[in-house]
């Protein structure tokens, strides 16, 4: 009885490997080739539970979404000679699992040869166009060159390519250097013109400013004087006149003012009282 109850479970366990062997599921983003001793046998592309013959046969599965390929950035050489590092976006889907498999083999294998397409389409359309037209209203007929050699290319390894995008297009590091150099001089060589128009502008400025002050100076002195000439001229009239109808009085008046400026308090004066110096002295005395 024990004997046949270890056959029994040694039955069992040959049953479930026999069956896992046996079943395999395809999930719904996938798709899935059924190879016996390496060779094709069936495709499946419906989501499901499905039998191949164990042991013989085994199943490679593929996925029947969008993938992305980001390729690095790679040099190109224009039409005009200028040297870019540009950098491709590319996303495509298994469509031909059959010729996949017998080209590529794997989804990494894919992305290699897919670079490499993707590279050498953009490396040959980039070519023949210059840097001002790509960076023109013929970038997208650019791309779309591009994308037409890439999926021709692409149809021949079972991949269709949705969409090819350029993401970035720079001059590479060393050139870029190079030209920031030059520009910086440039901008540093305009400064300095810009500083000695500026100098020179403010020199003539000053030297104007200048001029028109000595003018305006020379001017109001030369009227300063004509105005204090024409007041001494008036004032000499006046005393003329006034000394033509008083002399004496004249007379009186400036003794008077030659008195106030001889006794300040601080000086001493020593004359002889019969002298023209105290003349309305004397009368005054009398």
């Known amino acids: 009885m024990k004997k046949n109850l270890h056959f029994i479970l040694i039955g069992a366990v040959f049953a479930l490997i026999l069956v896992s062997q046996s079943l395999y599921i395809v999930q719904q983003p996938e798709q899935a080739i059924v190879l016996q001793f390496g060779d094709p046998v069936r495709l499946v592309q419906e989501p ?44 495509y889907r298994i469509t031909q699992p059959l010729i996949f498999f017998k080209t590529v083999r794997n989804e990494y294998q894919a992305q290699n040869r897919l670079q490499e397409i993707v590279n050498s389409s953009a ?9 001002k037209e790509l960076l023109s209203d013929k970038r997208t007929e650019i791309m779309k060159r591009i994308s037409q050699a890439v999926k021709a290319d692409a149809a021949q390894i079972g991949v269709e390519v949705a969409d090819v995008r350029i993401r ?13 150099d030059r520009m910086k001089t440039e901008r540093i060589r305009e400064a300095k013109g810009y500083r000695a128009d500026g100098e020179k502008r403010a020199q003539e400025i000053r030297a104007t400013a200048d001029k028109t002050a000595t003018i305006t100076i020379a001017t109001a002195e030369k009227e300063a004087q004509e105005t204090k000439g024409e007041g001494d001229k008036i004032a000499t009239e006046i005393w003329n006149k006034a000394t033509s109808v008083d002399p004496d009085f004249y007379a009186f008046y400036r003794s008077l003012e ?29």
């Open 48 to 91: 499901g539970l499905n039998v191949k013959v164990p042991f013989i046969q085994n199943v490679v599965f593929y996925d029947k979404r969008l993938l992305n390929l980001e390729p690095p950035a790679q040099e190109v050489v224009l039409k005009d000679k200028k040297r870019l590092d540009v950098d491709t976006f590319s996303r």
């Open 168 to 180: 970035r297009a720079d001059l590479p590091i060393q050139l870029s250097q190079a030209i920031n």
């Open 258 to 286: 030659a008195y106030r400026n001889s006794f300040d308090g601080e000086t001493s004066v020593i004359l002889a009282p019969e002298g023209e110096f105290f003349h309305y002295f004397d009368k005054s005395l009398r």
């Open 123 to 131: 490396r040959n359309v980039l070519a023949t166009f210059t840097l």
